[in-house]
Structures are given as structure tokens and as C-alpha cells.
């Protein structure tokens, strides 16, 4: 069982739409904390939440975590061909200083 | 200069060799992992080291073994390599003492290897 279920697994959009990725847990996290990975590159951090109920904006994006801090969200306004990337999210439970990834979330933007 | 290299970038090799991918890092980190992804896995952590004197296994380790020669070097080897360690494996570290604590470490990776065990 995936302790971290990202969804959807796969999103192909046009430029100009609107998306949300969800990443969804039965147990709390301390902190939630969203990656971008591009093709041939490693991860790279974009955010960090850590509240229930937080909310973050980086510009077109936004994320929140959710109240009781098992979920977080990350939404994208008005997509851009430059947000095509594998999204993945990764929880830290308690104080452990090693994060649970989930398994990603593939998005390619299309002009 | 990237601050975490790994080398090589990409490994062709057969079944039963012994291979070794490292890992350098110039951003003064105390903390390295070793962390391999498959199509649909996601991240999953091998090995990960605190400091030069600490080695820990991580979710995956059997068939893997790791060095760490130095604050700036985290080795990691195949054994013995097999078909299904084949993978894109990526090297990170992380600072320790940051004022959120541990729950708002950053994971810098590197730009990963490409694996292929024939």
C-alpha cells in the first residue's frame, strides 16, 4: 500500500487550461512538501507546507494542505507549456527527516 | 556548476558485474541519499547517510551497498548487478540545522544516472 496516492497518474492539457493534483493520505504528515522534475533532471523542490489549512501561492500555482494535514493539492491556473513535468509530492511524518514520495503525477502542457 | 553531480550519467552493464555510480556535492551538506525511480514508483530511498560516520538503510537496500568517503562523496555499488536494477537513480543531500527544524528540509538532487543491466 502507497503510504502518499498521488492522482491523476497522467494529465495532457492545452495551454490556458486549468488543473488540480491531488495527493491523498490515511495518516498525518508534519510537513508536505510538492517537486517539479523535468526531463533529464532531478527533482526540485517547490513548496513546503507544514499547517493544516495552509495555503501557498507561487505564482500560477497554488497549493494547499488540508486541515487535518493527511492531503495536499496543487493547482495550476492558465497552464503553460513550460509547467510540463513529473509533480511529486513527499510527507514527513513526526520529526523523521526522511520524506515519503509519492509516485508522481506525469503533466504535459501542450502549445 | 551544479552543486550535486553524479557520475556517470548513464551505465550500460551486464548481469553479474559490479558497478559503481557516485556522487559529489560542493553545497557543504551533511546529509546524502541515494534514491532510485521507476516508471510509476516514484522515489524510493536505498541508503542515506547524517554525516560521514553514519549509514543507514533505507526501503530498498538489499542488493546495494554505499560509501561515504568524505562530507562531499556518497558511493553507491551494485554487487551484482541484475536486470531489475535497472533504473534512473538519483543522489541528494540536505542541511541540517535549518530554523523549520526537519519536517521543512530540502532535498537537493542531482541531475541522476541511467542505469541499464543487460
Known amino acids: 500500500t502507497q503510504l502518499l496516492e498521488q492522482s491523476p497518474q497522467f494529465l495532457s492539457i492545452q495551454e490556458g487550461e486549468n488543473l488540480t493534483v491531488y495527493c491523498n493520505s490515511s495518516s498525518v504528515f508534519s510537513s508536505l512538501q510538492w517537486y517539479r522534475q523535468e526531463p533529464g533532471e532531478g527533482p526540485v523542490l517547490l513548496v513546503t507546507?507544514?499547517?493544516?489549512?495552509e495555503v501557498k501561492k507561487l505564482k500560477r500555482l497554488t497549493f494547499q494542505f488540508g486541515d487535518a494535514r493527511k492531503d495536499s493539492s496543487l493547482h495550476i491556473t492558465a497552464a503553460q507549456p513550460g509547467d510540463t513535468g513529473l509533480y511529486l509530492c513527499?510527507?514527513?511524518?513526526?520529526?523523521?527527516?526522511?520524506?515519503?514520495f509519492g509516485r508522481g503525477t506525469s503533466l504535459i502542457v501542450h502549445p | 556548476d551544479a552543486d550535486v553531480t553524479q557520475t556517470p550519467r548513464n551505465r550500460i552493464t551486464k548481469t553479474g558485474k559490479r558497478i559503481m555510480l557516485e556522487c559529489s556535492q560542493t553545497k557543504g551538506h551533511d546529509r546524502m541519499y541515494w534514491y532510485r525511480q521507476d516508471p510509476g514508483l516514484g522515489l524510493r530511498l536505498i541508503y542515506y547517510s547524517f554525516d560521514v560516520k553514519d549509514i543507514n538503510k533505507g526501503e530498498i537496500s538489499d542488493g546495494y551497498s554505499v560509501s561515504r568517503q568524505a562530507q562531499a562523496k556518497f558511493s553507491l555499488s551494485l554487487e551484482s548487478a541484475i536486470p531489475n536494477q535497472t533504473a534512473l537513480y538519483f543522489c541528494?543531500?540536505?542541511?541540517?540545522?535549518?530554523?523549520?527544524?526537519?519536517?521543512?528540509?530540502?532535498?537537493?538532487f542531482g541531475p541522476g544516472t541511467r542505469l541499464l543491466v543487460l
Open positions: 513527499a510527507g514527513r511524518r513526526g520529526g523523521s527527516y526522511i520524506p515519503t
Open positions: 541528494a543531500t540536505s542541511d541540517f540545522g535549518l530554523a523549520g527544524g526537519p519536517r521543512e528540509e530540502t532535498q537537493y
Open positions: 507546507v507544514v499547517t493544516g489549512g
